[in-house]
T-cell receptor
Framework: GNSVTQMEGPVTLSEEAFLTINCTYT??????LFWYVQYPGEGLQLLLK?????DKGSNKGFEATYRKETTSFHLEKGSVQVSDSAVYFC????????????FGTGTSLTVIP | EAGVTQFPSHSVIEKGQTVTLRCDPI?????LYWYRRVMGKEIKFLLH????????ESGMPNNRFLAERTGGTYSTLKVQPAELEDSGVYFC????????????FGEGSRLTVL
């Protein structure tokens, strides 16, 4: 079946620290992989995506590389800011999922000044 | 351009009562989805409309849940009668295509069943 496992939070970091949020997946076929972010009081927004193996998605200083060999899509940022405080969701979707999105449990990140 | 809007933002009801959640998708988006996040768990798919037709409702938990999208515009999700385990955040999302493009989400409707 299809599923996404991401590291549990909450995660608390100081400003300018390095961020990694781990995400691994199980899927039939070759899905696209996504990171969505939910800022306080807002809906989920697409942060970045990758559609095939070895693709790197990037946006707002965040990056994630689609690793087929390790079935992973870890989210990284070199220097977090207070404004990055949010809940981050890893997700997959593809033809073999009936185009349904499968989400992880979400990881809450708090960045302190 | 307005985004996906959901109403109400928070509803508190007693077990056995009825609640109706509403979603207005982005204008022109034929695809509309309902998802649910129970406390601390993953966001789970409930169903998918293409215009007014239910394309996939495999995620609907049981027959206490009824979704409609009359006229292919806004959608409602009714829970009747509500049970304690229905508590959670209900997200609506819309997209132009039904592939793995971007989903645009609303802020969610938080349902608390006491």
């Amino acid at each position: 079946g299809n599923s996404v496992t991401q590291m549990e939070g909450p995660v608390t970091l100081s400003e300018e620290a390095f961020l990694t949020i781990n995400c691994t997946y199980t899927a039939t076929g070759y899905p696209s992989l996504f990171w969505y972010v939910q800022y306080p009081g807002e809906g989920l927004q697409l942060l970045l995506k990758a559609t095939k193996a070895d693709d790197k998605g990037s946006n707002k200083g965040f990056e994630a590389t689609y690793r087929k060999e390790t079935t992973s899509f870890h989210l990284e940022k070199g220097s977090v800011q207070v404004s990055d405080s949010a809940v981050y969701f890893c997700a997959l979707a593809g033809a073999n999922t009936g185009n349904q999105f499968y989400f992880g449990t979400g990881t809450s990140l708090t960045v302190i000044p | 351009e307005a985004g996906v809007t959901q109403f109400p933002s928070h509803s508190v009801i007693e077990k056995g009562q009825t609640v109706t959640l509403r979603c207005d998708p982005i204008s022109g988006h034929d695809n509309l989805y309902w998802y649910r996040r129970v406390m601390g768990k993953e966001i789970k798919f409930l169903l998918h409309f293409v215009k007014e037709s239910k394309q996939d409702e495999s995620g609907m938990p049981n027959n206490r849940f009824l979704a409609e999208r009359t006229g292919g515009t806004y959608s409602t999700l009714k829970v009747q009668p509500a049970e304690l385990e229905d508590s959670g955040v209900y997200f609506c999302a819309s997209s132009q295509g039904a592939g793995t493009g971007e989903l645009f989400f609303g802020e969610g409707s938080r349902l608390t069943v006491l």
